[in-house]
């Protein structure tokens, strides 16, 4: 099963971008979906997370810039990045943990740039 997160780009400094990414059909039961993110020489960390519920979490450096939301009916996350940082240049996976696993997406890249 793959997931296409989409909505990467090349942005300046200051800008903002959505990205989102849908479960296909096949996944049920859904709980928490996620953003993670991978700069290069790094290793993968997480940005944001959202339950069922819409109880949100966010890693610090992305605390008041970052908006994390879901739509239930249609299987999508979405990640509202604003105020964007050269420090944010990454590429972006989306995660789905459902009842019968965990689902990554392909990743999706956003460069920060002047």
């Known amino acids: 099963v793959q997931l296409q997160a989409s909505g990467g780009g090349l942005v300046e400094p200051g800008g903002s971008l959505r990205l989102s990414c849908a479960a296909p059909?096949?996944?049920?039961?859904?709980?928490?979906m996620g953003w993670y993110r991978q700069a290069p020489g790094e290793q993968r960390e997480l940005v944001a997370g959202?339950?069922?519920?819409?109880?949100?979490n966010y890693a610090d450096p992305v605390k008041g810039r970052f908006t994390i939301s879901r739509d239930n009916t249609k299987k999508t996350v979405y990640l509202q990045m604003n105020h964007l940082k050269p420090e944010d240049t990454a590429v972006y996976y989306c995660?789905?943990?459902?009842?019968?696993?965990?689902?990554w997406g392909r990743g999706t890249l956003v460069t920060v740039s002047s």
């Open positions: 995660l789905i943990v459902a009842s019968d696993g965990n689902y």
């Open positions: 059909s096949s996944i049920f039961s859904i709980n928490v």
């Open positions: 959202i339950t069922y519920g819409g109880s949100t």
